[in-house]
């Protein structure tokens, strides 16, 4: 998926529920990640601009650790 795809996604979604959800989760950050360092992962600009436009915070998910992903995605695994 291409970033600009991705940002336009989560405006829509936001949109839609009316609301800004607190934190998310995603599976797959890797298109917004600019360093991913031991202690901290740098998010290239577009996904710092939604995160201060929106007042959220999105944390990506452990490399091969499904238990951070939603319950729904657990059983996929």
């Known amino acids: 998926m291409k970033k600009e795809i991705c940002i ?3 405006i829509k979604l936001f949109n839609f529920l009316e609301s800004v959800l607190l934190l998310t989760v995603p599976g797959n950050l890797k ?3 600019t360093k991913h360092l031991k202690s901290e992962v740098i998010l290239n600009q577009s ?3 939604l995160i201060n436009y929106y ?3 999105i944390i990506a998910a452990r490399v091969k650790h499904p238990e ?3 319950v729904v995605e657990n ?3």
């Open 68 to 70: 951070d992903k939603g």
């Open 75 to 77: 059983t996929i695994k």
């Open 55 to 57: 007042h959220t915070v």
């Open 47 to 49: 996904y710092e601009d």
């Open 8 to 10: 336009e996604a989560y």
């Open 31 to 33: 298109i917004g990640v």
